[in-house]
């Protein structure tokens, strides 16, 4: 028999054998999560960052950049536990006032983050949106915010919302001023104003109502965050600094909100079994 024979007979003898991929670990309490129905919609006070870096000599920017790990991480982790919609308060109207040159590397840092997030967003079917004052945002923020909105605007999984130049009172100020142009231009019809006309004219419309807000830092106060799609979310505030708040923390909070009992208006009795 020639060696080419030989190898023929020897590959002849060789079985072909599946190689399974190696199982991914999940927390089990992520488990335990998705077991039970969980929030539509979240909305995040990223608090804590400049805290964070102060507490350990570092420049306040360097904060923010550890916290943009969080959001990585939390973003991840309520895609897969199955979350409709993400909103993280980024940079409120009011941060403005900041000094200049924490403004200017907050902005720094929010390019590099729409670049570097760019492809995990678009391979994972998210959807990115953004609210606030978007006008005032620098043009080199603007350029890759409105380009990776576009790419991924016929994504079909979860909505991330990042809140910009946001304030939930100049927000419902925004939406008003909409409706009196709508009326004079002869496109709202005359009559009493409902919830669902006064919505529609918010940044978010299309969006479904935050059900659960989670503020960082041991801070206890809504600081101007959507205050109109809050009116009957559960708000949870924890101690730990946003550096820190990763996946465990964020299903720590999830876990408490699915304990609570959700009434909106009635009792407890109304309730279905």
């Given at each position: 028999?020639?060696d080419?024979?030989?190898?023929?007979?020897?590959?002849?003898?060789?079985?072909?054998?599946?190689?399974?991929?190696?199982?991914?670990?999940?927390?089990?309490?992520?488990?335990?999560?998705?077991?039970?129905?969980?929030?539509?919609?979240?909305?995040?006070?990223?608090?804590?960052?400049?805290?964070?870096?102060?507490?350990?000599?570092?420049?306040?920017?360097?904060?923010?950049?550890?916290g943009?790990?969080s959001?990585r991480e939390?973003?991840?982790?309520?895609?897969?536990?199955?979350?409709?919609?993400?909103?993280?308060?980024?940079?409120?109207?009011?941060?403005?006032?900041?000094?200049?040159?924490?403004?200017?590397?907050?902005m720094?840092?929010?390019?590099?983050?729409?670049?570097?997030?760019?492809?995990?967003?678009?391979?994972?079917?998210?959807?990115?949106?953004?609210?606030?004052?978007?006008?005032r945002?620098p043009g080199?923020?603007?350029?890759?915010?409105?380009?990776?909105?576009?790419?991924?605007?016929?994504?079909?999984?979860?909505?991330?919302?990042?809140?910009?130049?946001?304030?939930?009172?100049?927000?419902?100020?925004?939406?008003?001023?909409?409706?009196?142009?709508?009326?004079?231009?002869g496109?709202?019809?005359?009559?009493?104003?409902?919830?669902?006309?006064?919505?529609?004219?918010?940044?978010?419309h299309?969006?479904?109502?935050v059900?659960?807000?989670?503020?960082?830092?041991?801070?206890?106060?809504?600081?101007?965050?959507m205050?109109?799609?809050?009116?009957?979310?559960?708000?949870?505030?924890?101690?730990?600094?946003?550096?820190?708040?990763?996946?465990?923390q964020?299903?720590?909070?999830?876990?408490?909100?699915?304990?609570?009992?959700?009434?909106?208006?009635l009792t407890?009795?109304?309730?279905?079994?």
């Amino acid at each position: 028999m020639d060696d080419a024979a030989r190898g023929r007979s020897g590959l002849a003898r060789i079985r072909c054998v599946a190689v399974k991929a190696p199982a991914v670990e999940r927390d089990p309490l992520e488990l335990q999560i998705r077991e039970r129905p969980v929030p539509a919609h979240v909305g995040i006070i990223m608090d804590g960052n400049g805290r964070w870096a102060e507490e350990r000599g570092l420049p306040r920017l360097e904060g923010h950049r550890e916290g943009s790990n969080s959001v990585r991480e939390v973003t991840r982790t309520a895609r897969r536990i199955g979350l409709q919609a993400l909103t993280l308060y980024a940079f409120s109207a009011q941060n403005w006032s900041r000094p200049a040159d924490e403004v200017a590397g907050l902005m720094d840092l929010l390019r590099e983050y729409l670049e570097s997030e760019r492809k995990e967003i678009l391979e994972n079917g998210i959807r990115l949106d953004a609210v606030g004052e978007l006008d005032r945002l620098p043009g080199f923020v603007r350029a890759p915010l409105e380009a990776v909105r576009e790419a991924s605007a016929r994504n079909r999984g979860m909505v991330l919302t990042l809140a910009l130049s946001y304030g939930g009172q100049e927000e419902i100020a925004a939406a008003a001023e909409s409706l009196i142009e709508r009326a004079r231009a002869g496109t709202l019809p005359p009559g009493p104003l409902d919830v669902e006309t006064f919505a529609s004219a918010l940044w978010t419309h299309g969006l479904p109502p935050v059900d659960l807000v989670i503020r960082t830092s041991g801070e206890t106060r809504v600081s101007n965050f959507m205050l109109w799609q809050s009116a009957y979310a559960e708000f949870i505030f924890v101690d730990t600094l946003w550096p820190e708040f990763r996946a465990r923390q964020f299903l720590e909070a999830v876990l408490e909100y699915q304990q609570r009992e959700r009434r909106f208006g009635l009792t407890s009795a109304q309730l279905p079994k």
